[in-house]
């Protein structure tokens, strides 16, 4: 069974940093490319990055460019989002998706943390 | 940069079809999923490839995608089948682009 799960979340200042990871299992996670999606309350939904099967190639939503870096460690089935310089409006629930393989949509999500900017 | 446009609620009594639709530009010669979203879960991919099932997707959730709108249609609406729906597709500017939403209301 795929399973993606999200922790990392939290209460953060604005201008402050925080890490998010997602631990993957039951797929044979280096194969796959991952995403971060995120929701802010009562909204929709916001793709945030992508990260290719090895590393290799990334991309970054317009609103986070500069401020967080996507990065994955195949030998540990983890993604990660280090996010940076944070404002409010960054406050949403982030999702780890998996892209399904070798097309553009997400098969798998996981549950989601929340990330709090606010003073 | 690519947008893509849906209703912001559409209403439907059981057992009646519901149509939601998501425009954006030659949306057509991309291809589109869509997701269903129930309150307090994470999004569950119902439609990829414009007109297919993932596995566990009830048949009465069907997709077309043709010009500028794709289009998901709920055959036989359930109670279950409420819920909030985005469309999705790729585009080489952004490069993934979500609908802004459909809110489902089964009257």
């Known amino acids: 069974e795929v399973q993606l799960v999200e922790s990392g979340g939290g209460l953060v200042q604005p201008g402050g940093s925080l890490r998010l990871s997602c631990a993957a299992s039951?797929?044979?996670?280096?194969?796959?490319?991952m995403n971060w999606v995120r929701q802010a309350p009562g909204k929709g939904l916001e793709w945030v990055s992508y990260i290719s099967s090895s590393g290799s190639t990334i991309y970054y939503a317009d609103s986070v460019k500069g401020r967080f870096t996507i990065s994955r460690d195949n030998a540990k089935n983890s993604l990660y989002l280090q996010m940076n310089s944070l404002r409010a409006e960054d406050t949403a629930v982030y999702y780890c998706a998996r892209g399904a393989m070798k097309e553009n949509y997400f098969d798998y999500w996981g549950q989601g943390t929340l990330v709090t900017v606010s003073s | 940069s690519y947008e893509l446009t849906q209703p912001p609620s559409v209403s439907v009594s059981p057992g009646q079809t519901a149509s939601i639709t998501c425009s954006g530009d030659?949306?057509?010669?991309?291809?589109a999923c869509w997701y269903q979203q129930k309150p307090g879960q994470s999004p569950v991919l119902v439609i990829y490839q414009d007109s297919k099932r993932p596995s566990g997707i009830p048949e009465r959730f069907s997709g077309s995608n043709s010009g500028n709108t794709a289009t998901l249609t709920i055959s036989g609406t359930q109670a279950m089948d409420e819920a909030d729906y985005y469309c999705q597709a790729w585009d080489s500017s952004i490069p993934y682009v979500f609908g802004t939403g459909t809110k489902v209301t089964v009257l």
């Open positions: 030659k949306l057509g010669d991309k291809y």
């Open positions: 039951g797929f044979t996670f280096s194969s796959y490319e």
